[in-house]
Nanobody, 125 residues
Framework: QVQLVETGGGLVQAGGSLKLSCAASGRTFNNAAMGWFRQTPGKEREFVAATTWNGGNSFNGYLADSVKGRFTISRDNAKNTMYLQMNSLKPEDTAVYYC???????????????WGQGTQVTVSS
């Protein structure tokens, strides 16, 4: 059974940092695109970041405009884990953050084959 498990969420003051992890089990995603999305009540799931395999030995990273310069996406295939380093957090970053693997369409659309259960990030002002 394939599982994606997010950890690292929590409560932080504005300007602070958090690092989210997404650990995959049940299969490897070495050459697969993986992404981070976030969602607040009443809103659609929003793209945050993604990594896509570049056909060689590394991955391309993509970030939503709203988080560029503050968030960094990375992955460690040896650990089957993806990360999201979030710095200079703002109250508007408050959301449930989800990791996902194997996009069914464009990497920035919330249509992936596998999803984690989500982890809450709350940024206080």
């Amino acid at each position: 059974q394939v599982q994606l498990v997010e950890t690292g969420g929590g409560l932080v003051q504005a300007g602070g940092s958090l690092k989210l992890s997404c650990a995959a089990s049940g299969r490897t995603f070495n050459n697969a695109a993986m992404g981070w999305f976030r969602q607040t009540p009443g809103k659609e799931r929003e793209f945050v970041a993604a990594t896509t395999w570049n056909g060689g030995n590394s991955f391309n990273g993509y970030l939503a405009d709203s988080v560029k310069g503050r968030f960094t996406i990375s992955r460690d295939n040896a650990k089957n884990t993806m990360y999201l380093q979030m710095n200079s957090l703002k109250p508007e970053d408050t959301a449930v953050y989800y990791c996902a693997a194997l996009p069914l369409s464009d990497y920035d659309r919330p249509s992936y084959h596998y999803w984690g259960q989500g982890t809450q990030v709350t940024v206080s002002s």
